[in-house]
């Protein structure tokens, strides 16, 4: 096998493991995804063996392994700093939660060992000859692009619910189109999602998102009302779907993963707290869930800014400035950023502003829009010009500490400190004082003679 897509050193390695097993007369082989991405030219970064040899006969063969899932007959061999699964050949039957076969019994006939697998394009496998073996047309789906399950479709989705989401994930993913006799399987087998825990749901949901075509899994999982039947239902579906589906339009042209699940929930009319909820109820990590919720409580804190700029006010825009670089501080430069990045690919139409900043060709013209693009794409290039201006963007960047604060007004620590500290701080990123030590004192005794 003369691997094209593949890292030489891995390619090399894997071979040495084949080689290994039939030197002690055994069957190997490369099987599914490596072969997969290879044939279709896209980079393989691991890479599966399947082989005949029960786990017992690899691990002898090996000094380094791993019983990684004897149950199963997967051994993770050990092999020039690179591992990989070898499984043997295997049929599974009693999926009694549809996710985990109850029964595994070990067979001698590699194409038993593929009849089990999810779909034709990953239930080929490869020799050491270059040959491919291929019982169930695999190869010829990746040439028509498309996601078909071996042998009949309910059965494979009633085995392992959790094949419904790989389908709409490889489809997505790859851009492929869904067998039609598979994508039936699917729609009478999707209850069956409820027995799949959240976590390996949200994994799939995750590739969806962050690949390279989420508009087209987000459309599928529209179609077939895939997610309201899981364990923690996700919003993508009803009457407002195809109003949520325009917004996110440019999903694909955003590179941050926080930002695409940011932008996916503010299509679906979720406010900051519930998409922390509903981030949560996803077993998000901590991280992911904070980056997005800033991301849409600088939304919610832009959109009220916008609403305060008053018709014809003179001071309109200097408002909506203190007001978002205040967004900026409380949340973060990057949050900030990230919610203007969302506001740039939103769709453009909407209400002309207020106060048009001077100089803005803006069309008296008045269409429907949602109250972040009101005024919003006109002031977009304003808003990081704000932000880029700012002479400090953090506390710790203010030239007084609140120790320095309290000696110089003889006061003791308290409440009153944070507030100060926050009053200076907004000032000083507005360009109303110099981020000077001497500057701030005295503002910080003027504040404190007024009591504000």
């Given amino acids: 096998?003369?691997?094209?897509?593949?890292?030489?050193?891995?390619?090399?390695?894997?071979?040495?493991?084949?080689?290994e097993l039939t030197q002690n007369g055994h069957e190997a082989f490369w099987v599914g995804g490596c072969i997969r991405d290879e044939l279709l030219g896209r980079p393989v970064h691991d890479m599966d063996i399947t082989t005949s040899a029960v786990p017992e006969e690899v691990i002898a063969i090996f000094a380094r392994s791993i019983p990684t899932g004897l149950a199963h007959g997967t051994v993770t061999v050990l092999?020039?700093?690179?591992g990989f699964e070898v499984t043997t050949y295997r049929t599974e039957s009693g999926y009694v939660d549809h996710r985990r076969p109850e029964h595994v019994e070990f067979v001698s006939d590699v194409k038993e060992d593929l009849r089990r697998r999810d779909f034709t394009i990953n239930a080929i496998c490869c020799g050491l000859d270059g040959d491919l073996i291929d019982p169930f047309g695999g190869e010829k789906d990746l040439a028509l692009r498309v996601i078909r399950c071996v042998g009949d479709a309910e059965e494979r989705f009633d085995e392992d619910a959790l094949r419904m989401l790989r389908c709409v994930r490889f489809a997505s993913v790859l851009d492929f189109s869904i067998a039609k006799n598979t994508w039936r399987g699917l729609l009478r087998q999707r209850d069956k999602l409820a027995h799949i825990a959240v976590e390996r749901v949200r994994a799939e949901l995750d590739r969806i998102v962050e690949g390279p075509h989420p508009r087209r899994g987000l459309a599928m999982l529209a179609r077939c009302e895939l997610l309201a039947r899981g364990k923690a239902p996700f919003p993508w579906t009803g009457t407002d779907l195809a109003a949520a589906a325009a917004l996110t339009a440019g999903i694909g042209e955003l590179e941050s993963a926080h930002l695409r699940w940011a932008l996916l929930l503010h299509a679906l009319k979720q406010s900051a707290q519930e998409a922390d909820e509903l981030l949560r109820a996803w077993t998000f990590s901590g991280t992911t869930r904070t980056s997005v919720v800033q991301v849409l409580r600088v939304r919610e804190a832009?959109?009220?800014?916008?609403?305060?700029?008053?018709?014809?006010e003179p001071d309109g825009t200097d408002l909506l400035r203190r007001r978002f670089l205040a967004a900026v501080l409380t949340f973060g430069v990057e949050a900030a950023e990230g919610w203007l990045s969302l506001l740039a690919i939103l769709p453009a139409g909407g209400l002309p502003a207020a106060n048009p900043p001077a100089g803005s060709e803006i069309s008296p013209a008045v269409t429907p829009a949602a109250p972040e693009l009101v005024n919003g794409l006109i002031y977009l290039q304003a808003a990081r010009d704000w932000i880029s201006q700012m002479p400090l963007k953090s506390l710790s960047e203010l030239a007084v500490t609140g120790n320095e604060?309290?000696?110089?007004?003889?006061?003791?620590?308290g409440p009153w400190l944070g507030n100060m500290l926050s009053a200076l701080l907004q000032a000083t990123a507005s360009g109303d004082l110099l981020n000077n030590k001497q500057v701030l004192l005295l503002e910080a005794k003027r504040m404190d003679g007024h009591e504000l």
């Avoid at 096998?1 to 891995?10: R, Y």
């Avoid at 604060?405 to 620590?413: D, H, I, N, S, T």
């Fill in 1 to 19: 096998m003369k691997w094209k897509m593949a890292p030489s050193a891995m390619a090399l390695a894997a071979e040495n493991v084949i080689s």
């Fill in 79 to 82: 092999q020039d700093g690179h």
């Fill in 302 to 312: 832009w959109t009220a800014a916008l609403e305060a700029v008053p018709p014809g």
């Fill in 405 to 413: 604060l309290a000696e110089a007004l003889g006061k003791r620590p």
